[in-house]
C-alpha cells in the first residue's frame, strides 16, 4: 500500500467518523426533546444507523460507503472511544458516592442483583427450551448461562448519574441507594463477566490464555497504581494535567489493546486501568480521568454504529418477537421488583422502594458493552444480543417515566392527606365562621369602623 491510498483511507475513515458524530448530535437533539437522557439518543442512533442504511439504499451501498479497510478504521475509533470512557467509568465504580447505612444498601444491591440473575436462567431456559441454533449459538452452555444471567443484572452507572443529576435526585435516599447499589452490582458483573468469558474459551489452552491475559492485565494495573501514588506522579499532574491525561489514555490502550491480543476483552483492560487509579482526596487524578473520559465519550458513537452494523444488520432476519418481548418483560421484571423487594426488606418506605426499583431498571451503555464483550467472545449469537439491546434501550427509556408517575402518584396521595386534615381541597379558600364576620371591617357613612 502507497502513501497516497493510506492517506485516502484515513480520510475516508475520518469522514465517516464526522458523520457518525453528527448523528450523535441528532441523536443527543431528539432525546432531550422527548424528555430522555442524551446517551438514549446517541445509542440509539448509533444501533439503527447502519440498519438503516441498509433499508433504503441496500447492502451495496452500505459497502461501499463503509469498505472494509475504512470500517476497520472505524471501529478502531468506536473500541479507542469506548476503552478511554470505560477509564472513568471504572474509577467510578472504585470510588463511588458518599455511602449511604451499609445494611440498606446490602439489602438493596441484593434485590437488585440476585432476582436478575434468576431471570437471567429462566431467560436460557427459554431459549435452549424454544429457541434455534441461531440463537443459542454454539458456546459452553455454562458461559452462555453464565453470560445471560450477567446480561440481565446489569445497572449502568454513567447513565443513571445523569438520570440522576437531570432530576434533581443525586442527594435524595433513593437516588444515593440505587446508584451505591448500582455500583456494587456492576463490580460485581465484570468480575461475572471475565468468569463467563474464560469459560466460553472452551479448552484448556484458551482458559490458560485468558488466565495470562488477566494476570498481565492485574499486574499492570498495579504497576500503574503504584507509578501513580509517588509524588512525583502527583507533581507531574498538578503541573501539566493535560499531558497526564495523555499519558494515562496512553497507558489504558496499551493495556486494554494488549489483553484483547492475548486473548480476553479490552474492555476488561479499560476497567483494571480505570480502577487502578487512585481516588482518594490526596490524589490530583480526577481531572485526568475525566478528561480521558470525556475523549473517549466523543469516540463512543463509532462504538454504536460498528456495533449497530455488525450485529443488528444480520440479527433483523433472524429476530425473534417473542424472544425479544420475553427479554424485555424478564428484565423489567427483575429489577423492578428486586429492587423493590431489596429496598423493602432494608427497612425503607414503600415510595422510596418503588424509585429504587425504576432507578436500578437504567442498564444503557453498561449494557451493550457486556453485549458486545459476550458477542466478541462468541457466547452470545446476534439475534439473542438484539433482544437483549431492545431490552436494554426499553428499560433506560422507561425509567424517566416511571419516575414521572411516581411523583404525580405522591402528589395526589399529598393532597388527599391535606383534604383530611383542613377538611378543604388544596387552594381553597377556608370558609369565613360567624365570629370571623363580626370582625371584618364595615362601611359606614362616617367611615370604616
Same mark, same amino acid.
Given at each position: 500500500m502507497d502513501v497516497l491510498?493510506? $492517506?485516502? @483511507?484515513? *480520510?475516508h475513515a475520518v469522514t465517516a467518523l464526522a458523520v457518525v458524530l453528527l448523528l450523535a448530535a441528532a441523536g443527543r437533539s431528539a432525546a432531550r426533546r422527548l424528555r430522555q437522557p442524551e446517551v438514549i439518543g446517541e445509542i440509539t442512533v448509533g444501533l439503527l444507523a447502519g440498519p438503516a442504511v441498509i433499508a433504503l439504499f441496500g447492502k451495496t451501498a452500505l459497502d461501499a460507503l463503509l469498505p472494509g479497510p475504512v470500517f476497520d478504521l472505524l471501529k478502531l475509533f468506536g473500541e479507542i472511544g469506548l476503552v478511554l470512557f470505560l477509564v472513568g467509568l471504572a474509577h467510578k465504580l472504585r470510588i463511588g458516592p458518599d455511602r449511604p447505612p451499609r445494611r440498606t444498601v446490602t439489602w438493596v444491591a441484593a434485590g437488585s442483583l440476585v432476582p436478575p440473575l434468576l431471570t437471567g436462567l429462566l431467560l436460557t431456559g427459554w431459549v435452549l427450551l424454544t429457541a434455534g441454533p441461531a440463537v443459542r449459538g454454539g458456546a459452553p452452555l455454562p458461559a452462555f448461562v453464565l453470560m445471560v444471567a450477567v446480561a440481565m443484572s446489569i445497572t449502568a452507572v454513567p447513565v443513571l448519574s445523569r438520570i440522576l443529576a437531570d432530576r434533581g435526585m443525586g442527594e435524595s435516599a433513593a437516588g444515593r441507594l440505587a446508584l451505591a447499589s448500582a455500583i456494587a452490582i456492576d463490580a460485581v458483573g465484570w468480575l461475572m463477566l471475565t468468569v463467563a468469558i474464560s469459560l466460553g474459551a472452551g479448552d484448556l489452552s484458551g482458559s490458560l490464555n485468558s488466565a495470562r491475559a488477566l494476570l498481565f492485565g492485574v499486574v499492570c494495573a498495579l504497576a500503574i497504581r503504584y507509578a501513580l501514588r509517588t509524588r512525583a506522579a502527583r507533581r507531574f499532574c498538578v503541573r501539566l494535567p493535560r499531558s497526564a491525561a495523555v499519558a494515562l489514555g496512553a497507558s489504558a490502550l496499551g493495556v486494554a489493546l494488549a489483553m484483547e491480543h492475548m486473548g480476553m476483552t479490552a474492555i476488561l483492560g479499560a476497567a483494571l486501568v480505570g480502577l487502578a487509579v487512585p481516588g482518594d482526596e490526596r490524589a490530583p487524578w480526577a481531572g485526568a480521568v475525566s478528561t480521558v473520559s470525556r475523549s473517549g465519550r466523543a469516540l463512543a458513537p463509532a462504538f454504536f454504529v460498528v456495533t449497530g452494523i455488525t450485529v443488528l444488520t444480520g440479527a433483523f432476519s433472524a429476530a425473534s418477537w417473542p424472544l425479544i418481548v420475553v427479554a424485555v418483560v424478564l428484565g423489567c421484571a427483575g429489577k423492578l421488583f428486586g429492587g423493590y423487594a431489596g429496598a423493602r426488606l432494608g427497612g425503607l418506605p414503600r415510595g422510596t422502594a418503588w424509585r429504587i426499583g425504576a432507578l436500578v431498571n437504567t442498564r444503557g451503555l453498561t449494557e451493550l458493552i457486556v453485549l458486545q464483550a459476550g458477542l466478541s467472545a462468541g457466547i452470545l449469537s446476534p439475534p %439473542? =444480543? %438484539? /433482544?437483549? =439491546? =431492545? !431490552? #436494554? %434501550? =426499553?428499560? *433506560? #427509556? !422507561? &425509567?424517566?417515566?416511571? $419516575?414521572?408517575? $411516581?411523583? @404525580?402518584?405522591?402528589? +395526589? @396521595? /399529598? @393532597? +388527599?392527606? &391535606?383534604?383530611? %386534615? *383542613?377538611?378543604r381541597r388544596p387552594g381553597e379558600r377556608p370558609a369565613r365562621h360567624r365570629s370571623d364576620r363580626d370582625k371584618l371591617p364595615v362601611e359606614t357613612e362616617s367611615g370604616t369602623r
Open positions: 491510498d493510506l $492517506l485516502l @483511507r484515513v *480520510t %439473542l =444480543v %438484539l /433482544a437483549l =439491546v =431492545v !431490552m #436494554a %434501550l =426499553v428499560t *433506560t #427509556a !422507561m &425509567t424517566g417515566p416511571l $419516575l414521572n408517575v $411516581l411523583d @404525580r402518584r405522591d402528589g +395526589r @396521595r /399529598a @393532597r +388527599r392527606r &391535606t383534604e383530611r %386534615l *383542613t377538611g
